[in-house]
């Protein structure tokens, strides 16, 4: 596990929000939500909800691979995508 990821799980899990287990799976973040959460809402405010929690992170930023599922659906998100990324969207 790379410093940067460390720092995400570690804010992840610092959030105490309820219900959600942060696990490290290779380069990538595990993030498994009880079955009654919205994942489409979760969805929707990853983006916003990232760059806010990201201002306590003061490294150099890399590409990670978020991976949310609730039990019944799945969804990722990479953060700081590299050009085969964008390239692939």
Known sequence: MNAYQ???V???RGANIKGWKVEVN???IMVEMPHVTDLKLIEDNVPETLAAIS???KMPKQRLVFHFHNGHEKFEYI???TEDDLDRA
């Open 6 to 8: 460390q720092k995400w």
């Open 10 to 12: 570690e804010v992840l």
């Open 26 to 28: 290779g380069d990538d």
């Open 55 to 57: 201002l306590d992170i």
């Open 79 to 81: 953060l700081n995508p």
